[in-house]
């Protein structure tokens, strides 16, 4: 079955801290996708990545940065964490392919910044 | 970038068909349209997607007119168990993606 396995369900850190949220997959999919929730506001897109190496920005990019070095496993890096990045991080992943390919979530990390 | 519009919340009775619709106004000509379900503490599931017309599924029907800029998510006989979120998300066809989520309907299912 496919799995997409965030490291951490809960996380706390502080105001100026670097943070790593991880994400792996196990389905060999080229694309893959940082989201923040937050109520009211929906899902949206951070950044998101179509290979190797490859990114580009999502909606709301500012303060996060990203790194793909291998294919399965795609991390999202808050350089200087604020209180305003609280949220519940989601990554996904899809495949390539004809037409849009559905996309696989994992349960999500909820991150607190102090 | 299509942006989608969906009610906030909706409440039904168990047993009942229940009719979500999301508006896209400024969908494209490549776009697909795709419905997800979120329970809580979880991440969002694939329910179904469709470009046009109608499609249907073991759980739900996905109906498309023909100016594709709405679409309406079809959930028949809900139970219990179906309370949750429902996201309608529209995409381009494939590529480098760029995916716009609606803010999402909280859907209670009352008994």
């Known amino acids: 079955d496919v799995k997409v396995t965030q490291s951490s369900r809960y996380l706390v850190k502080r105001t100026g801290e670097k943070v790593f949220l991880e994400c792996v997959q196990d389905?060999?999919?080229?694309?893959m996708f940082w989201y923040r929730q937050d109520p009211g506001l929906g899902l949206r897109l951070i950044y998101f990545s179509y290979d190797v190496k490859m990114k580009e920005k999502g909606d709301i990019p500012e303060g996060y940065s990203v790194s793909r070095e291998k294919k399965e496993r795609f991390s999202l890096i808050l350089e200087s964490a604020s209180t305003n990045q609280t949220s519940m991080y989601l990554c996904a992943s899809s495949a390539t392919g004809q037409g849009n390919q559905p996309q696989h979530f994992g349960d999500g990390t909820r991150l607190s910044i102090l | 970038l299509a942006k989608t519009t969906q009610p906030i919340s909706m409440d039904s009775y168990e047993g009942q068909e229940v009719n979500i619709t999301c508006s896209h106004n400024n969908i494209a000509t490549n776009d697909y349209i795709t419905w997800y379900q979120q329970f809580p503490s979880q991440g969002p599931r694939f329910i179904i997607q469709g470009y046009k017309t109608k499609v249907t599924n073991e759980v739900a029907s996905l109906f498309i007119p023909a100016d594709r800029k709405s679409s309406t998510l079809s959930l028949p006989r809900v139970s219990l168990s179906d309370t949750a979120v429902y996201y309608c998300?529209?995409?381009?066809?494939?590529?480098?993606?760029?995916?716009?989520f609606g803010t999402g309907t909280r859907l209670t299912i009352i008994p």
């Open positions: 389905m060999d999919h080229e694309n």
């Open positions: 998300l529209v995409a381009l066809l494939s590529g480098n993606e760029k995916l716009t």
